[in-house]
Structure formats: C-alpha cells, structure tokens
T-cell receptor, first 113, second 112 residues
Framework: KAGVTQTPRYLIKTRGQQVTLSCSPISGHRSVSWYQQTPGQGLQFLFEYFSETQRNKGNFPGRFSGRQFSNSRSEMNVSTLELGDSALYLC????????????FGSGTRLTVV | AQSVAQPEDQVNVAEGNPLTVKCTYSVSGNPYLFWYVQYPNRGLQFLLK??????LVKGSYGFEAEFNKSQTSFHLKKPSALVSDSALYFC??????????FGDGTTLTVKP
C-alpha cells in the first residue's frame, strides 16, 4: 500500500513569507502528527490531528498551524517565516495515534533565506 | 511533562557483537514506548513498541527491547550487530492522550 506522502520535498522561501506543506497519510490512518527535525533540536512535536480535530499541540508559536480534512489529509502552515524555521518537517500517520506506531513520510526540507 | 533521555549520542560496536542503545523515560501513567530508526537519507521507520504485557518485545530486523518499569527504561538490543544496522535510533514515549516525545537520538556505528 502507498506510504505517507509529503509534498513538496524541497522548498526555499524568503523571510516573512508563508508556506503550506501537505501530507497524505496511509489509507485508513486517522491520526496525523507533524514534527520539526533539526540537527540541534532533534524531533520536536508540532501538533497532532485526529478526525479533523487538533488533539495535541506542541510548544511552537502561533505562526505554526495546521488542519486535517475529512479524507485525513493534513496541511501545515507557517506564516511570517523566520530563518530559524529552516528544518525538515516530518509528517507521521497512524491508525489511532494511541498504541500504534507511526509511519513517517520522507519529509519536506524547508530552507528560509 | 513527559521526557525521554538517550544518554549516549554515539554507540560503537563491532559486527557480530551484541548491541544496546539506552533509553529512559518519564511519563504520567502507563507509557506507550517506541523505537524508530533513521537510515542516512531515508525517513524514520518504526522498529517496535511496548504497550503492555511481556517486558521483552521483538521488532523488525532482529531488534528487541526490554521494558523495565522500576528503572523507567526501554533499552534497545540486538544479539549480533550488522554493519547495515548503522543508523540513527530514536526512542519515543507517548502518553495516554496521544502526545509523543522523542529522545535526541543515538547514532549507532557498527564496524566490520
């Protein structure tokens, strides 16, 4: 079956711009989580969506937002980009987000210049 | 707040030797514990999980992990390491609400 698909794979944006990243989970998976991965900070949890509702949220500023659609696809938006937002953004899906393991996408590499 | 500690940034072992990658955690209530592996230029892959039951859980690629409640540890193990096991390993804990926290990762290098 198809894995978790993230688009685009690479993005270059300018400070102050906004960006939208997309994630299509594995069919049947209702939980989608987003993580920011950087060399210095490791994997930082952004938020989790389940059945179109944000169920958990990490400690990121309000510039980071997301949503989930009825088909479980999710988008993440970052407004007013800062240089420090440069990172690999990973999407992970799971059946319920409880006791099942995540399946990760390959990520979107965002570079802010 | 929940947390995960992977005390070793780097673990080096010789091929054929047993390996252990350490993980300790802190979480309210009963934990869900996971191990993931990230190979170079590839995404994170799920290795194994502990939810309840036997303290020794088996996962992909011959890996296993031992849950120790009293020591709040969930160490990853493999009886005989392969060069192809060289990768970055992450331990993660998830609370009952579904919020996951990852450790900082441990780079495993297996030398021939």
């Amino acid at each position: 079956k198809a894995g978790v698909t993230q688009t685009p794979r690479y993005l270059i944006k300018t400070r102050g711009q906004q960006v939208t990243l997309s994630c299509s989970p594995i069919s049947g998976h209702r939980s989608v989580s987003w993580y920011q991965q950087t060399p210095g900070q490791g994997l930082q949890f952004l938020f989790e969506y389940f059945s179109e509702t944000q169920r958990n949220k990490g400690n990121f500023p309000g510039r980071f937002s997301g949503r989930q659609f009825s088909n479980s696809r999710s988008e993440m938006n970052v407004s007013t980009l800062e240089l420090g937002d440069s990172a690999l953004y990973l999407c992970a899906s799971s059946l319920s987000g409880q006791g099942d393991g995540y399946t990760f996408g390959s990520g979107t590499r965002l570079t802010v210049v | 707040a929940q947390s995960v500690a992977q005390p070793e940034d780097q673990v080096n072992v010789a091929e054929g030797n047993p390996l252990t990658v350490k993980c300790t955690y802190s979480v309210s209530g009963n934990p869900y514990l996971f191990w993931y592996v990230q190979y170079p230029n590839r995404g994170l892959q799920f290795l194994l999980k502990y939810i309840t039951g036997d303290n020794l859980v088996k996962g992909s690629y011959g890996f296993e992990a031992e849950f120790n409640k009293s020591q709040t540890s969930f160490h990853l193990k493999k009886p005989s390491a392969l060069v192809s096991d060289s990768a970055l390993y992450f331990c993660a804990v998830r609370d009952f609400a579904g919020k996951s926290t990852f450790g900082d990762g441990t780079t495993l290098t297996v030398k021939p």
